[in-house]
């Protein structure tokens, strides 16, 4: 959290001194701290379990950047077509949009954590009535 606090007080006076948006800054610090993060957890974790099953996560990495990709281009391309209307309409269509394709694309890869969140939201659903 730390690092993160150091980020976006440095990220976010580059950017204005960039004539940049700061929150931009602050985007880059969360997403730059979140990944070192991520990065340490992952070596100590590997080392108190003596391993992990680096080909599945690696096979699943993999295929969360190839849906990550795909949608990228559809966003990129709706927002290419849709410059010209209001942000009100091109925010919600986007959002919705890459939902979506990002959905279908892991469903496509076959992806096995895509079948066991839908299990658990069926799950969770149907104890709630």
Known sequence: MSLNVVFSFAFSALFT???WMPHGGLA??????????????????RR???GLDSMNIGR?????????????AVI?????????????????????AGGIIYVAIMYMLRVPELGELVSAVKRRLGQTN
């Open 17 to 19: 001194s960039l004539g």
């Open 76 to 96: 990129l391309g709706w927002l290419h077509f849709a410059s010209r209307y209001s942000v009100w309409i091109i925010a919600p269509v986007g959002i919705i």
């Open 60 to 72: 699943g990495l993999l295929q969360a950047a190839l849906a990550t990709l795909v949608m990228s």
């Open 28 to 45: 880059l610090a969360l997403s730059v701290s979140t990944a070192l993060e991520m990065s340490a957890l992952f070596i100590l974790m």
């Open 48 to 50: 108190r379990l003596k």
